[in-house]
């Protein structure tokens, strides 16, 4: 009923781009935060990217900052990814994830994750 389903993911060489993509399906994301996440095998997941509700404020890990930027349409109900300049380092999978409260806050809603893998 509450989804959120991640796409935009694929194979690209170092030095490349992507846009991923989150839609949400079952609720409007215009009073939530949504954040990024990713993690790669044997590693913790971490955070990529977060922007807020109330003035859309954005947040950017330090690996990603000035390669990725997060984005939302609310008209379609989705949040955006692009990430620029790929290292084999951003392999992994990403998750979007949505919390009522602040991007501080737990994440609460998942998507099923969509594979990001940088190589030549």
């Known amino acids: 009923q509450v989804q959120l389903v991640e796409s935009g993911g694929g194979l690209v060489q170092p030095g490349g781009s992507l846009r991923l993509s989150c839609a949400a399906s079952g609720f409007t994301l215009d009073y939530y935060a949504i954040g990024w996440f990713r993690q790669a095998p044997g590693k913790e997941r971490e955070g990529v990217s977060c922007?807020?509700?109330?003035?859309?404020?954005?947040y950017y890990a330090d690996s990603v900052k000035g390669r990725f930027t997060i984005s939302r349409d609310n008209a379609k109900n989705t949040v955006y990814l692009q990430m620029n300049s790929l290292k084999p380092e951003d392999t992994a999978v990403y998750y979007c994830?949505?919390?009522?409260?602040?991007?501080?806050?737990?994440?609460?809603?998942w998507g099923q994750g969509t594979q990001v893998t940088v190589s030549s």
């Open positions: 922007i807020s509700s109330s003035d859309n404020s954005t």
């Open positions: 994830a949505t919390t009522r409260s602040g991007c501080a806050a737990d994440f609460g809603s």
